[in-house]
């Protein structure tokens, strides 16, 4: 049995007035790649920020290996979604990547060669090498995508949470990111992924949550959670009628 990378009690958050998530339960194993689904609004990105503490839930714990977050900080990267990041922020391509190395260095240390190799290797890992001097305002979308799960891979933790590495790419940039996540995957590393399109899941990911009405409707291996009941109570339509893009 595959010990707990992150285990969530009682966990709600609200905006304001509107509750997104209440009362979720969750316990995800390490070594799996889990995909995060539901329907628009069904609280998925929230669920990631909350946990991570980026958004304060109103109550509920988490803890990451059996510990709370700060103090296995280092073993954890986020990857958050491109829409987040300030792209007009005056810094270059490899500049943005040898930041993933930061979280390692402790404080007032700068980073030495290591750093630097490890944020070229993750550039090369993800096929931007050639970009490493760009300014991130001239990248496209799937480039951008590709430089944060560089960023991400130059920090090399052991729990990957990514908020949707797979929006607004090109067919190329998706092909690229699903061999980095299966070569992760192959690796052992442990990986949720906040994930839209149903139809490939299956390709990339070992264990699924199905999120809606503000809890957890099922939880598991992927051929466990895609069920027929499962997707009608998440998607709030018949099965059969959902898109490959949900």
């Keep these: 049995m595959s010990s707990s990378a992150i285990e969530i009690n009682d966990l709600t958050v609200a905006y304001h007035d509107n509750v997104v ?16 689904l539901g329907a628009n609004g069904a609280g998925k990105s929230t669920l990631l920020k ?4 980026l958004e304060p839930p109103l109550r509920g714990q988490v803890s990451f290996f059996g510990q709370p977050f700060d103090a296995v900080r280092a073993r954890v990267g986020y990857m958050p979604q491109a829409a987040q990041v300030d792209w007009d922020f005056p810094t270059t391509v490899f ?3 040898l930041m993933g190395t930061y979280g390692n260095l402790g404080w007032f240390r700068r980073p030495k ?4 190799e490890a944020a070229q290797a993750a550039l090369a890992k993800v096929g931007i090498e ?14 951008k995508q590709r430089t944060f799960m560089a960023r991400i891979l130059a920090q090399d933790p052991d729990l990957f949470l990514m908020d ?8 190329a940039s998706e092909k690229a990111l699903t061999e980095v996540l299966i070569d992760l995957k192959n ?20 264990w699924a949550v199905l999120l809606g009405n503000k809890q957890v409707i099922s939880s598991g291996p992927v051929e466990q959670v895609f069920t027929a009941d ?3 109570r998440a998607y709030g339509i018949a099965p059969e009628l959902l898109t490959t893009k949900s």
């Design 95 to 97: 500049d943005t990547v």
């Design 130 to 143: 050639d970009l490493a001097q760009r300014q991130i305002s001239q990248l496209s979308g799937g480039q």
């Design 113 to 116: 060669k290591p750093q630097y």
């Design 50 to 53: 909350a946990s991570l503490n």
């Design 230 to 232: 499962a997707l009608h």
């Design 21 to 36: 998530l209440q009362g979720v339960n969750l316990s995800l194993p390490e070594g799996e790649v889990t995909a995060l």
């Design 164 to 171: 949707e590495p797979f929006a607004g790419v090109d067919a």
């Design 187 to 206: 690796q052992g590393k442990t990986i949720v992924i906040v994930h839209h399109d149903l139809s490939t899941v299956k390709n990339f990911c070992t």
